[in-house]
Structure formats: structure tokens, C-alpha cells
């Protein structure tokens, strides 16, 4: 069957970093997707990986292993504002899109 | 402003109501997607259209029924639900099937009593 693993919580604070990993086993590849979603509101796109690498996006920055199937996304410099879940997702060989359950990320000061 | 909106943001019904869930998306995409959302559950795929064309059913049951009239419109129709139907319904939408991120709508809260 085809999994997507992240951590259910974590918790880090304010102006420091954290790391989410991410972990998949997909029949085949087509991109690994983040999405961030606060409570009460749409999942909203933060950054997308196809290739092997770190993309950095700002304060955010995501990394993909295809050959390890492993991906995490860092956020620096964290703000209150930061505290949501964070969704993985990986478009497999049919372009289906798998989903992980999320990790809720709760920042203190 | 997420592009996609969607109306109710809340709705309770009796399992032997019927009720429409509404989304529009203002962002001239061609692909429209129904999802669940269960608390710490990942996100379950309903229905997707493309290009108006219902392309994916995943063995929902028959009480939730799709209907997109045009690109820019989709409904999930409601009929005698069950008190596990309670969830978020998060309509989304993208460019194309193939590599385009989804723009989500802010979701309907259904509570079923």
C-alpha cells in the first residue's frame, strides 16, 4: 500500500528552528508537495520538490530524497504566526495525490 | 482571499436531510476536487472533474452525489447521512491533473446529529 509518515506534533519556539520529516512509500514519483493549515482554514501551498535538493522559499525551505523516499521542511526564525499543521503529500505514478495526516506544530514564546 | 470559495462554512442536518454544498473557484482552473477531512486523519479524496468530466469516484458512498455544471462550479450533494459523515468537506482546485498545486477553499464544518 502507499504511506505518507510524519510526526503527529511537535512543539519548538518562538526565533528558533524547526525540521518536519516527511516519509513515503509511493508507487512511483511526481513530487512531494507542503501545505501549512491553520485551524479553521484551507490548506495553503507552500513549496514543491521533484528533484533531489534543498528549495528555499523565504523564512521556509523543503528537501527531497527520492532515493531515501524522505523529504522535511524548516522553518526558521519562527513566529507565533507559525503554529498550524503541515500537510505532506506525494503525486504518485497515476498523478494521485497521497496524502500524510499531518503534523501539528505548536510554537511557544 | 484563497480564490476557491466555498458556502456553508457550517451546517448541522438530520440524517434524513438534504442539503448542497457549494464551491466556486475564481481562478479559471480546469480541474475541481472534493475532499474529507477527519481530525489526525490524512485527506481523504472523494471526486475529482476535469475539464467538467467526473474522471475519479473513490467508492464513496451513493448518499454524497457531485454535480459540477460548469469549470468554475462544483456542489456535493447531501441525502440521508450518517452521524459518521461529520467532517470538513474541503473543495480545491488546480490548473491541470498533472503537477499543479491545489488552491483549497476554506471548507463546510457538516455535523451530522
Known amino acids: 500500500g502507499q504511506n505518507i509518515d510524519q510526526p503527529t506534533e511537535m512543539t519548538a519556539t518562538e526565533g528558533a528552528i524547526v525540521q518536519i520529516n516527511c516519509t513515503y512509500q509511493?508507487?512511483?514519483?511526481?513530487?512531494l508537495f507542503w501545505y501549512q493549515q491553520h485551524a479553521g482554514e484551507a490548506p495553503t501551498f507552500l513549496s514543491y520538490?521533484?528533484l533531489d535538493g534543498l528549495e528555499e522559499k523565504g523564512r521556509f525551505s523543503s528537501f527531497l530524497s527520492r532515493s531515501k523516499g524522505y523529504s522535511y521542511l524548516l522553518l526558521k526564525e519562527l513566529q507565533m504566526k507559525d503554529s498550524a499543521s503541515y500537510l505532506c503529500?506525494?503525486?504518485?505514478?497515476?498523478?494521485?495525490?497521497?496524502w500524510g495526516a499531518g503534523t501539528k506544530l505548536i510554537i511557544k514564546p | 482571499e484563497t480564490g476557491v470559495t466555498q458556502t456553508p462554512r457550517h451546517l448541522v442536518m438530520g440524517m434524513t436531510n438534504k442539503k448542497s454544498l457549494k464551491c466556486e473557484q475564481h481562478?479559471?482552473?480546469?480541474?475541481m476536487y472534493w475532499y474529507k477531512q477527519s481530525a489526525k486523519k490524512p485527506l481523504e479524496l472523494m471526486f475529482v472533474?476535469?475539464?467538467?468530466?467526473?474522471?475519479e469516484n473513490n467508492s464513496v458512498p451513493s448518499r454524497f452525489s457531485p454535480e459540477c455544471p460548469n469549470s468554475s462550479h462544483l456542489f456535493l450533494h447531501l441525502h440521508t447521512l450518517q452521524p459518521e459523515d461529520s467532517a470538513l468537506y474541503l473543495c480545491a482546485s488546480s490548473h491541470d491533473r498533472e503537477g499543479s498545486p491545489l488552491h483549497f477553499g476554506n471548507g463546510t464544518r457538516l455535523t451530522v446529529t
Open positions: 481562478l479559471g482552473h480546469n480541474a
Open positions: 472533474y476535469n475539464f467538467k468530466e467526473q474522471t
Open positions: 509511493t508507487s512511483g514519483f511526481n513530487g
Open positions: 520538490n521533484v
Open positions: 503529500a506525494v503525486r504518485d505514478s497515476n498523478y494521485q495525490l497521497i
